[in-house]
């Protein structure tokens, strides 16, 4: 069962919004991936993979004038356990489109929509959500990012109870430490329905090319469980290997 016809349509004006503001001068376009492994696929405060390893690759292109386009894919594991079942998605896809404005020299702020796919799994029904978010950067160091998603889906002891807006507002930095070392820190708020969560990260980051090595604490409020069939919430330590060409 796909996207229902609300959500396509949305998507779609999304898509025309986007291109309708972007300038329409000549630019050049560049092609871009990353591919990473991390010890722990953690998104908003929950492990999306339950603490489990995941391999994930982002290709994407983008104009010298700020518009972009790509598709974030990601393994999962099938850990939504219920009646002696596990339940679950083997693959996670996002496809998302936005443009960055720059403002000044010094900030910017970019508007993007996401589309999230849950594939190759055993659960009966659709899962599939979309997201519009609006992010406010500082040199590339500090970003404040404010998201909402129309339909996203509301889980609560391992049953789905149906689809709810979705609000969240979270707060990153990357600040340069010794030569090519970064402190990184995070911290962030999520509403879906009538309940919510805080939650957060701190940790360090090295560079070096094309190479970056993430490692920190990420932490989450217990509640974020009973939102989510994936993984688990809490408190944990997580790494991540990156290559960007």
């Known amino acids: 069962m796909g996207p229902s016809l609300p959500s ?15 300038p329409r001068t000549a630019v050049a376009i560049t092609f871009n991936a990353d591919v990473t492994y991390t010890s722990d696929y953690i998104y908003r405060g929950v492990s999306q993979t ?9 290709l994407h292109m983008a104009t010298s004038d700020g518009t972009f386009v790509g598709v974030f894919a990601s393994t999962l594991n099938r850990t939504w356990h219920r009646e002696y079942i596990t339940l679950g998605w083997n693959y996670e896809l996002q496809e998302y489109i936005g443009h960055r404005f720059d403002l000044s020299p010094a900030w910017s702020t970019t508007l993007t929509g996401v589309s999230y796919q849950y594939k190759h799994g055993n659960v009966p ?3 599939d959500y979309q997201e519009l978010s609006v992010a406010v950067s500082y040199l590339d160091s500090w970003t404040l990012t404010v998201a909402y998603s129309p339909n996203a889906v509301r889980f609560q002891s391992g049953y789905r109870l149906g689809r709810y807006p979705a609000y969240s507002v979270d707060s990153v930095t990357q600040l340069p430490l010794l030569g090519r070392l970064f402190l990184t820190a995070g ?9 919510d969560y805080f939650y957060g990260n701190a940790g360090l980051a090295f560079e070096f090319k094309g190479l970056r090595i ?5 932490a989450a409020q217990e509640r974020a469980q009973i939102l989510s069939p994936y993984g688990r919430a809490g408190s944990r330590f997580a790494g991540s290997v990156s290559w960007h060409f």
């Open 50 to 58: 339950g603490g489990r390893p995941a391999g994930q690759l982002d």
């Open 187 to 195: 911290v962030g708020y999520y509403v879906l329905d009538s309940d």
């Open 125 to 127: 029904l659709n899962n």
């Open 8 to 22: 396509r349509i949305a998507v779609f004006c999304l898509l025309i919004a986007v291109a309708a503001l972007a």
């Open 214 to 218: 993430d490692a920190g604490y990420y």
